[in-house]
Every structure is written in structure tokens, then in C-alpha cells.
């Protein structure tokens, strides 16, 4: 009779333990995690070379107080130097007192020397974690990247807020700009083409002067000044490595092929005058002929009359039209902005049109054939059709 | 069984000694023909006036036999009946039909002269709709049955008394709509009423717990409602319906759990309406529920729920409280269910002065000095609105609320979803009178799904909820 | 309480799917590379047309035990029986540890302790000691849930997919020969639904309707495996969790936060369920054998899980070298226990 009794209430005994633990639980409050007071929120991290070590820039989120109504985000950036950048963000740690959460982070910038070295012998530490998403932004920067991430932006609180709206999808949309996201970059590093590319990122003072070149040491003055940020050059990765470094029209270019532009400009000649064209609608095309040698590049625009050099008559201004001549000139101007972004990656030894990638789905056979000479023994057939809106 | 005798002083004795009670009183009196006459009656519960002008006056001036046939036609009531058994009798007295013993007769006649205090009929403060009839039962059975009977001019409406309470015998009205409702239904309901052993049944809220499945349980097995046009629409479904004297909320079975998220308004608006009202109200139940739980649990555990500047901003403003997240919301929601308590129990000038100071004192106040943050105010503030989109799972919810509090701030979200899953799995699993708590969900019953969260036009609505198993399944051509 | 066959249908449909979309995407790249969906579809096939046996097997309305026991006697038919919990419980091994990761990795932070997966055990003991028809409405519930989590997911993933990354077919080599033996670990429906027989009537059709929802449940998964790789490509294989990995690269999450969550959750509560269900068969199928004394369900239920915690707490941190061992040395139990005698169970006579 007891034995029954008691097994009849043990579910009622199961349910008061279960609930004293967890009452026990919710009020120590102590399962070893990392609640939101005891958390460094990182924004952005960027990676430098120092000697043998590297050095890390964390730009970390300071929470305002709530009397604060003013909005927008307070950053404090922490340096560490470690062996590995697994070392450097543990010492996030051990320097501040606060757990590092990398949840955040949307934006690991590199360094010029970093970048020229295999970049996933360090990236890999991200793409292991499973606590940081990479879906971050990559970037390239001139420089050093804690220059960069230290630099105070004109047009956001935080500099890593301020690049990240560079690389958004209407920054993408003008053709200036090619981001990348680390999961990207490593499909591109681990694929066949073994090639990739990054933004690569430049600081101007506010008044719209270059900052000296990397070489010379700023003044205190020069340092203090707020800056702003531009991507329009695009560093070019082969086997993790950077290898070379497209110019604001090669970008261009390479956006074309991509088929990504729909609001960009770009100057062909008129009557021998610069004029600027906007694009309006962009379908790019990479292939390979039957023999792997050759490839076509082809890329279709529609653009429209954005502005010129001269005085034009009301009736001009009136129209969108643009007149034969100037689209050839466009034609002229872009082939030559294909042809010199193909010879730049080509010396780089960057599959950056993903040729071998192309092969490679399309032919295992030809792919093993010509695996090896791919992208420098193609021959490029570049085509561009541009046609205005009437 | 003491009977009463034809020795009229015996059989008020022996009546008077089964009712001791001061307030019961005897009134004597005599026919114009001889005949004499004791009234035995509760003075609280008998309308004097109503026994004087029906029974006392022409029994005065009568002259003929004394026979209980012959003096029956004599009372001028509607309602009298005859009686033998002294506590048959007695009864009768307490509850308020007096006793009419005659010199002679070993019969005594039961006169239905009841003293009724009833409040007016009003709309229920539970139910109140825009649309729709206003009227609410009351506390008096035969008005609430008047009620029902006004809206079923038939034959097929069944309305059986019985008594509930072993002291209080409470009068307990089972409806149902004979050859609509499932007699197995009927027949276990009429069981269950039978197999109560209690001393009184104050309420209906009472006779919930012995027709539950699961009396112990969390969860609401027994529907209510505390107007006529909905306990009258539930019948035609094929429920069954109780009304309890001295109760103005009537019980229906069987309950489903779709039933709360209706209102009768949904039946007077457009189906599209009506569908996205009852969507809503679901929404905001969840939201009343889990809100809580998933903002502790998103900052003890996973800061990714919250979009980087919202969590800024949350970091901003809890920077300086003194309580951990999760005993900063415990702490709002008691204060909230203090002041929920409060106010609908304080009296109703002081109830004004209670939300200002619930509302200016405490929650400005506590902001300003750093006790919690204004993110945990706000968020328990939509979740206490939330909790009353759905007024008649309040119960129930708050008390969820609660535990997915708990298991969030220990174990986070993923407690959470493992107390959804208990909670599913129990809810699936709860059955009463046979039917299913959670059809036409699961198990799911197509047809039934026209009238559940979503609601079609009534030309879609032809046939009785399948998941009732009425006899009779059409409810239109 | 009998399960009905709609309820049937959904667990084939809705239910069973969900196992394979947590380790095995990730593990399946591991060998098949791009022709990840290979084994996969193999594998649907197979049990496909194996659940359509089990449920023939269901015209005879009596429960596994009763039919063993009807040919081959009481002592075969228990032995049987409580060698197939073992299977049961043994397949349900990796789905728990693989959930436990999966849990630590989506819904923290930070590395929890491993004591923050315990009250999953309580849940798990508390399903596992009722009987096993209860499951059915649940399956009514947790079916709209894995469609719309999942059609949720792959909505808020498709964009970002590249599809012809899973070209060229055969790139592999025999790659995919080695995933499809390796990847039998996660195909074990069968014997669940052998355990669900007598538990439902049969009706004229249920078999092949049974094996088209399985394969409607597959084709979702495949679905879901070619947008995997289509996002991941050769990275894939860093990419454990994959259900709660694809939504996150839509435009619409960095204005609003990790709204593919939503969908995730919904799906981790179908795996909580599904987690827990070679355990409740296996549980089910010795309370058949020895019939059902007092709390002996309930005991077995506390028994069984307890000691899963302990082997979850064991392979926290070594659940790689147990999923090795489990596709390298036991993996052949699985064909044997998940496909033949599952089907073989039809030729058994059909009367005592």
C-alpha cells in the first residue's frame, strides 16, 4: 500500500524538483553564460600584421546610459596583439573584463600587409566559429586596418558603421563598389578557381584630401580630423593571397560582368567633350568556348544621357537620347575597362571571372585538361553592346 | 419517511422541529367555513405579500370542504403542488415555497410564492460587444431559463432541474437540444451532476472541477459564458449547456479551446473580419506569453534575437539596474499582478487613484531611480494587454506567462520551446466527455476549421462542428 | 486513443523528415561533395518502398508482437522485440547528441554547460512514458509547424543559393557510394512505423499513400540540400546545423534581426518531438512484449533517459568520434534492422 502510495506521487515529487531547480536556476542566474551586462558586442574587427604577431582592432559597442536620448551607437576600439587572432580576441578578455561576442560583428577589415599573405591561415579562425556569422562583411583596407577602424567617420558614430553602408545593395548598384561577405570569400578560396576578391578600402579627410600615402606619418592634426571612407578599388585574392588591385573603372568592369549595375555612371566622349552617361540596365555574360582557351566576354548595357560638357540647347536637356557617336565612344570606353580588368587579374593569377569553376561544373573531363592553364592562357573575347534609351 | 399525519398541530410540530430555525414562522388562520389553516413558511424567502393576496385572502372566505382538491381550486396561484413527506416539506419551506397544512388533510399543499431578489438584466462586464445582443444572465435561474426558452421556441429544448449540494441544494438546469446534442454527453453530464457529494455549490465555478477530466489541471476543461445568445448558439451546436442557480455564468460542454478566441461579435461582422479579429486575438496571446520569455531569454542567452540597435538600446537602458534581466521582468510582472489585483478588487473611486499611482509612482518612479529599465515596462505592459484580447483564458495564461518566464530566465530559449512542447503535448492529449481540448486542430477535422481561428460566411456553415458527434449534423439547407 | 491514418501520413510527411536536416547535410558533403543528394534520394527510395511493406503489414490490424508471436511463438517474438528496442534505442543515440549540439550551437551565445540540455531529458522521460498513439496529435500539430518552418527557411534562402553549384554530377567519383552507407545512420523509419502497427486501421491505399507522403517529405529534403550547397558550395562542410544556417544571408535580417529564428524554432520543437521517438517505439515495443505491468512504461521511460543523459553528457565533446563509429562500425546494422527485416516481416505468415 505505501509502495503504491509512493509510486503514485512521484510524478507530483518529479514536477516540485523540476520546478525547484529551476527556481534555484532562474534566480542564481548562473549557468556560466554571458548575459548582455557582462558582453563586449563587437562591431568590427580588423586584423594587422606585426612582425610575426598579429595585431587586432575590435571596435566594440558601448551601450549609451538610458538618460541618453540622442540616439545612434558610442564605439571604443581595443587593441590586442597575439600570436593567432584567436589569441588577440581572448585578450579582449583579459583586458577589459568583458566577454568578446563576435555575434555582431559585421565587418573584419585586413590590413594592406595582412592581406598579402594567406588571409584563411587567419580567417579560418572566424569560419570555425559558431558564434560568429559569416555573413560579415571582408574588406581589404590601404594602410593599416587599425588606422582604419580607429579613425573617427564624419557620417556615422562608428567607423564600422559608416563602411558598412558602402557596401550596401544600392552602393552596389552604382558598379563602384564590389563587396564581398567572408563565406564568399572562403567559397572562393576553397572552390577550383581558388580566387576571390575584396572591397578595397581607402580613409580621406573630410575635406576631400588624400591622406598621405602609408609612407609618411601623419601629423596629430591629420589623425584627429574626421574621415570618410571609399571602396571603389578592389583587391584582387589568389590562393588567399592578394595579388593585385583593380582600379575604380576595372571595378566597374567587373561589376558589369556580374550583372549587378543598375544605377551607375560612367564618361565615354562626345564631339570630343567628356560626357556621362548613367546605366539603367546591365546583363553581363562569362563563357567559355568549346575550346577552354577562349572565353567570351560580353556584356549588354542600356544607358541614358546624365550630362556634358558644353552648353546645351533646352530641347537637348530635354532629352534622354544618346546619339550614336557617344555610344560608341561608351563602347570604346568600356572595352577598354573590361580589357585592362582581365589583364589585371590575369597577372594576378586570379580566376576572378571563376573560368576554372565554369569548366569544372561544365566538363570534369576538359577540366582536368585544362585546369592548369586557366585564366592566363584564355584568350578573351570581350563584347559590348550599348544602346540608349529612346 | 415521517409523513404528515391529518392532526394539524402534530404536523406543524413535527414540521417546526425539522425547521428550528427563528426565522421560520407558522401563521394560523381560519376559514370562514371552520376549516383551520397553518401556513408554514422562511420568512426571508417568501413573498408575504404574494401568500396574503393569493392564498391567505380567498381561503378566509371560503366555505366548502376540506379536502385538498377542493381548496386548491380556491388559491388563485399558478404553481401549487401537494406534499406528504415532512422533509420533502421542509425543504420546500427553505427554499422558499411555504407549507399549507389543514386541519384533516394528510396532505399538505406546496405554494410557489417565492420571494425572487433579482439584480436587473444587464451586459456582462466579461462580454461586452459593439454588435450583438446586450443581454447578460443574472443570478436567478428561471430568468436565465426565461432567457434561454425566449430564443428556443421548441419542443426539442429540454430544461431538467436538478440539486447540487448536499446543504446549499443549489438548483442546477441541465439544457440541451433534444436529438442536437450527443445523448452519451447528456447522459454523463446528468451521471457526473448525480455522483457530486458536497456540502454547497455557491457558483457554477463550483460544479467545474467535477465535470472536469483533469480536475487538478492548469488547463480549462468546462466552457463558459455569460450570455444567453452565446450559451443559446452553443446549444444549437450540439453542446450542452448548465445553468446553476445563484450564478449568472452558465457552463457548456463539451469545451474546445477555440471557443475562447470567439466572441459572439464575430458572428454580426463580415467573415474577413471576423477571421482577422480571431487572428489577432491568437497573436496576442502569444505575444502575451512569450514576449517576456524571449526578451529575458534573448538577453541571458541570445543576444542575435534583437537587431543590433534595438540591442543597443537595451544595453543602454538596463546599464544601471541593479537586478539581473530575469529578476528585473519577474519583478514587473508581480508588481503588475498586484496592481491588476488591486484594482479590480479595490473599491471603484479608489481604483482611479490606484492606476494613477500605478502608473505615474511606480512605473515613472522606479525608471528614474534605476530599479528597471522602461524596455521591461513596456514589454510587460503588451504583454498585459495581450493577456486581455483573450479575457477567458486570463487564468491560464498568466499563469504560462509565468512559467515560460521561469524557464526562460534558467534555461533559456530553448526552455522555452521544450515548455511549448510540454505544454503541446499535454494539451493534445486532454480530453472531456470525449472530445478532444484542442480539436479541430489536432486531430484535425477539416470541416471544422470553417468556424475555429478562421471563420467563413455563414452559407459555409452548413452543418453542425463534426467534432461534437451531434445526431442531428445539419443546421441549414 | 488509435492513430488515425492522416496522422500517419504527416509523421511520413512532416515528422520523419526533420532528423536529416541537422548533421547529416554537413556529413553527407563529406564524402558525396556536390552529389550530396544522391544518397539522400537513395536512402528515401529504399524506405519508401519499405514503409510501403510495414504498412501492407498493417492490414492485418495486430500490433508487431502479436504477428511475431503468431509465427514464430512467445519466446522468439520477445526476443525480437526487445532486440529491436536495443536497434532503437541505438539509432536514437546520434539524433540526441546531434540535437544537443544543435541546441548549445543556435540557441546560445556562448558554449552553455552541458547542464542546460538536461531539462530536455525531463521533457523527453515525461513523452516516453505515455503511450505511444498519444503521439498522433501531435503529429497533427507539429506537421503545419515543420511546413511552414521549412518553407520559411528555404523562402528566406533561395536567393542567396547558387544551384548549379551542385554540377557536375558524379564529381565524386564513388564518394557517394561511401555517404549512402554512412548516412543509413539517419534512415530508420521503418522500424518506428513497425512499432505504430495495430495502433492504426488500415484502409485500402494507406501503403502507397504512405510511401508518396514519405517521398513528399524527401523531395522537401532534397529541396533543402541542393539550396544548402547552393549556398555554401565547397564550405559546406563547415556547415553543421544547416537548417538553422541558410535563412541567414537574406537582405531583410540585418534591418530585423534573426527573423528566419522563427522558422528554426518551429522546427527545433518538431525535432524535440522526433528526438524522443525511437526511444517511446522502443519503449513501446517491450511494454508489447511483456505486456504492461504497473509503471513499467514510466520506469523504463526515466531508466532509458537517465542514461542517455550520461551519454550525452560523455559525447558532448566527442560526438564526431561517435558519429565515426557509429557510420564506420555499427553502420551495418542498419540495413539490416531499418530495411530487410522490415520488409521480410511480410512474408511472415499470416495466421498463428
Given amino acids: ?390 | 419517511m415521517k409523513q404528515i399525519t391529518g392532526d394539524l398541530k402534530k404536523s406543524v410540530d413535527a414540521l417546526k422541529k425539522l425547521l428550528p430555525a427563528e426565522d421560520i414562522l407558522t401563521f394560523p388562520f381560519s376559514s370562514e367555513g371552520g376549516i383551520a389553516f397553518t401556513c408554514v413558511f422562511a420568512d426571508p424567502v417568501t413573498d408575504k405579500e404574494l401568500l396574503g393576496e393569493q392564498v391567505v385572502r380567498p381561503l378566509s372566505r371560503y366555505t366548502g370542504a376540506a379536502t385538498s382538491s377542493e381548496v386548491k381550486k380556491h388559491i388563485v396561484s399558478p404553481e401549487v403542488r401537494t406534499g406528504t413527506e415532512l422533509r420533502t416539506l421542509a425543504d420546500e419551506v427553505l427554499a422558499g415555497n411555504p407549507v399549507l397544512l389543514f386541519e384533516g388533510m394528510d396532505e399538505a399543499l406546496i405554494l410557489g410564492t417565492k420571494k425572487v431578489f433579482v439584480r436587473a438584466i444587464a451586459e456582462p462586464s466579461t462580454d461586452v460587444t459593439v454588435r450583438g445582443p446586450r443581454e447578460g444572465f443574472i443570478e436567478d435561474l428561471k430568468i436565465n431559463t426565461s432567457l434561454i426558452r425566449r430564443r428556443f421556441k421548441t419542443e426539442e429544448l429540454m430544461i431538467e432541474t436538478s440539486e447540487v449540494g448536499r446543504r446549499s441544494k443549489t438548483a442546477v438546469a441541465l439544457c440541451y437540444l433534444e436529438g442536437t446534442a450527443k445523448r452519451d454527453v447528456i447522459e454523463e453530464v446528468k451521471g457526473r451532476l448525480e455522483e457530486i457529494d458536497v456540502d454547497i455549490i455557491p457558483d457554477s465555478s463550483y460544479l467545474t472541477h467535477f465535470l472536469s477530466s483533469r480536475p487538478f489541471s492548469l488547463v480549462k476543461q468546462v466552457g463558459t459564458t455569460e450570455k444567453p445568445d452565446i450559451f443559446c448558439a452553443k446549444l444549437a451546436e450540439g453542446r450542452v449547456g448548465l445553468i446553476v442557480d445563484g450564478s449568472p455564468i452558465a457552463l457548456t460542454l463539451p469545451y474546445l479551446l477555440t471557443e475562447d478566441f470567439q466572441s459572439s461579435e464575430d458572428y454580426f461582422v463580415s467573415a474577413y473580419r471576423a477571421t482577422f479579429t480571431r487572428l489577432l486575438r491568437l497573436f496576442a496571446l502569444l505575444v502575451a506569453i512569450y514576449l517576456p520569455a524571449f526578451y529575458v531569454a534573448a538577453q541571458l542567452f541570445r543576444l542575435q534575437l534583437f537587431p543590433i540597435k534595438l540591442l543597443l538600446t537595451i544595453a543602454g537602458a538596463i546599464r544601471d539596474i541593479p537586478f539581473s534581466p530575469s529578476l528585473e521582468m519577474l519583478l514587473v510582472l508581480l508588481v503588475l499582478e498586484v496592481l491588476n489585483e488591486a484594482s479590480i478588487r479595490m473599491p471603484k473611486y479608489v481604483g482611479m487613484a490606484l492606476s494613477v499611482v500605478g502608473a505615474l509612482v511606480l512605473g515613472e518612479t522606479a525608471v528614474s531611480a534605476g530599479f528597471v529599465s522602461t524596455p521591461a515596462i513596456i514589454i510587460i505592459a503588451f504583454s498585459g494587454i495581450g493577456l486581455y484580447a483573450v479575457p477567458n483564458l486570463i487564468e491560464q495564461t498568466g499563469v504560462l506567462r509565468l512559467a515560460m518566464l521561469l524557464v526562460a530566465g534558467s534555461v533559456g530559449t530553448y526552455g522555452i520551446v521544450l515548455l511549448t512542447g510540454f505544454v503541446l503535448f499535454y494539451l493534445v492529449t486532454c480530453e472531456n466527455f470525449g472530445t478532444p481540448l484542442v480539436a479541430p486542430f489536432s486531430p484535425i477535422v477539416g470541416h471544422d476549421l470553417k468556424d475555429s481561428i478562421l471563420k467563413y460566411n455563414y452559407g459555409s456553415l452548413k452543418t453542425r462542428p463534426k467534432t461534437l458527434k451531434s445526431p442531428n449534423r445539419r443546421r441549414q439547407k | 486513443m488509435k492513430l488515425s491514418r492522416r496522422q500517419i501520413y504527416l509523421f511520413l510527411a512532416c515528422v520523419a523528415p526533420i532528423g536529416k536536416l541537422v548533421v547529416l547535410p554537413t556529413e553527407l558533403v563529406r564524402e558525396a561533395k556536390n552529389d550530396l543528394l544522391l544518397p539522400v534520394a537513395i536512402h528515401f527510395l529504399v524506405q519508401a518502398a519499405v514503409i510501403f511493406c510495414v504498412l501492407l503489414l498493417g492490414r492485418r490490424e495486430r500490433g508487431l508482437y502479436e504477428i511475431l508471436e503468431g509465427t514464430f511463438g512467445r519466446v522468439f517474438a520477445k526476443i525480437c522485440m526487445v532486440t529491436l528496442s536495443l536497434f532503437l534505442l541505438l539509432a536514437g543515440l546520434v539524433p540526441l547528441i546531434e540535437q544537443q549540439l544543435f541546441v548549445q550551437g543556435v540557441f546560445y551565445d556562448t558554449l552553455p554547460s552541458v547542464i542546460a540540455y538536461a531539462p530536455f531529458f525531463v521533457f523527453a522521460a515525461y513523452l516516453a512514458s505515455k503511450p505511444l498513439a498519444h503521439m498522433g496529435r501531435v503529429w497533427d500539430i507539429l506537421a503545419p509547424l515543420f511546413a511552414v518552418g521549412l518553407l520559411g527557411i528555404l523562402l528566406l534562402s533561395v536567393g542567396s543559393a547558387d544551384y548549379a553549384a551542385l554540377l557536375p554530377i558524379g564529381a565524386s567519383g564513388t564518394g557517394f557510394l561511401k555517404s549512402t552507407l554512412s548516412a543509413s545512420v539517419w534512415f530508420f523509419d521503418a522500424p518506428l512505423l513497425l512499432l505504430l502497427l495495430g495502433k492504426f486501421e488500415y484502409r485500402e491505399g494507406m501503403a502507397w499513400k504512405g510511401a508518396l507522403c514519405y517521398l513528399g517529405g524527401g523531395l522537401a529534403v532534397l529541396f533543402f540540400l541542393a539550396t544548402f550547397y547552393g549556398i555554401f558550395e565547397e564550405t559546406a562542410i563547415n556547415q553543421i546545423f544547416a537548417f538553422s544556417k541558410t535563412a541567414k544571408y537574406f537582405s531583410g535580417i540585418t534591418v530585423l534581426g534573426r527573423i528566419d529564428y522563427i522558422f528554426v524554432y518551429a522546427l527545433a520543437l518538431v525535432l524535440a518531438f522526433y528526438t524522443v521517438l525511437p526511444a517511446q517505439c522502443a519503449i513501446d515495443g517491450v511494454v508489447q512484449a511483456f505486456g504492461s505491468p504497473r509503471h513499467l512504461q514510466t520506469i523504463l521511460s526515466a531508466g532509458i533517459f537517465l542514461g542517455y543523459f550520461v551519454l550525452s553528457l560523455v559525447f558532448d565533446y566527442s560526438f564526431f568520434a561517435l558519429l565515426k563509429f557509429m557510420t564506420k562500425a555499427l553502420v551495418y546494422l542498419f540495413p539490416v534492422f531499418a530495411t530487410l527485416i522490415p520488409a521480410l516481416l511480410l512474408t511472415l505468415g499470416r495466421q498463428p
Fill in chain 1, 1 to 390: 500500500m505505501k509502495f503504491r502510495h509512493f509510486v503514485k506521487t512521484i510524478p507530483m515529487k518529479l514536477y516540485i524538483i523540476v520546478a525547484a531547480v529551476l527556481l534555484f536556476a532562474f534566480f542564481s542566474n548562473d549557468f556560466g553564460l554571458v548575459d548582455i551586462q557582462k558582453t563586449a558586442v563587437i562591431l568590427a574587427a580588423g586584423i594587422d600584421r606585426s612582425g610575426e604577431d598579429f595585431r587586432l582592432t575590435a571596435q566594440l559597442a558601448v551601450p549609451k546610459g538610458s538618460d541618453r536620448t540622442t540616439g545612434g551607437t558610442s564605439s571604443v576600439e581595443i587593441k590586442t596583439e597575439g600570436k593567432t587572432v584567436s589569441d588577440c580576441i581572448t585578450q579582449i578578455f583579459t583586458d577589459t573584463g568583458w566577454v568578446p561576442k563576435l555575434v555582431f560583428c559585421n565587418l573584419i577589415v585586413l590590413g594592406e600587409e595582412a592581406a598579402k599573405e594567406d588571409t584563411i591561415s587567419y580567417l579560418n579562425y572566424f569560419l570555425r566559429n559558431e558564434y560568429m556569422p559569416d555573413s560579415c562583411l571582408l574588406a581589404v583596407c590601404e594602410g593599416t586596418a587599425e588606422k582604419l577602424i580607429t579613425s573617427q567617420s564624419a557620417i556615422d558614430d562608428a567607423s564600422s558603421l559608416a563602411i558598412a553602408k558602402l557596401f550596401s545593395d544600392a552602393a552596389e548598384k552604382s558598379g563602384y563598389v564590389m563587396p564581398n561577405t567572408l563565406k564568399d570569400f572562403a567559397i572562393g578560396y576553397y572552390g577550383v578557381s581558388k580566387s576571390s576578391y575584396l572591397p578595397y578600402l581607402r580613409t580621406m579627410p573630410q575635406d576631400g584630401a588624400q591622406t598621405p600615402s602609408s609612407g609618411t606619418q601623419p601629423s596629430p592634426q591629420e589623425e584627429e580630423q574626421q574621415k570618410i571612407y571609399t571602396a571603389k578599388h578592389t583587391a584582387l585574392f589568389s590562393e588567399g593571397r592578394m595579388t593585385a588591385l583593380l582600379s575604380p573603372e576595372e571595378t566597374l568592369a567587373f561589376s558589369l560582368l556580374k550583372g549587378k549595375v543598375s544605377a551607375g555612371t560612367f564618361n565615354a566622349e562626345a564631339e570630343g567633350k567628356p560626357v556621362t552617361l548613367t546605366l539603367l540596365e546591365d546583363e553581363g555574360k562569362i563563357s567559355l568556348q568549346k575550346d577552354p582557351t577562349k572565353a567570351k566576354l560580353s556584356v549588354s548595357v542600356m544607358v541614358r544621357f546624365c550630362c556634358s560638357g558644353t552648353t546645351a540647347p533646352i530641347e537637348e536637356i530635354s532629352s534622354d537620347e544618346v546619339t550614336k557617336e557617344t555610344l560608341k565612344s561608351a563602347e570604346e570606353v568600356l572595352k577598354g575597362y573590361l580589357s585592362s580588368m582581365w589583364e589585371k587579374a590575369t597577372e594576378g593569377g586570379c580566376d576572378l571571372l571563376g573560368l576554372r569553376k565554369s569548366l569544372y561544373r561544365s566538363s570534369l573531363k576538359k577540366y582536368a585538361e585544362y585546369k592548369n592553364m586557366l585564366p592566363h592562357a584564355v584568350t578573351p573575347q570581350i563584347e559590348v553592346n550599348v544602346a540608349s534609351m529612346k
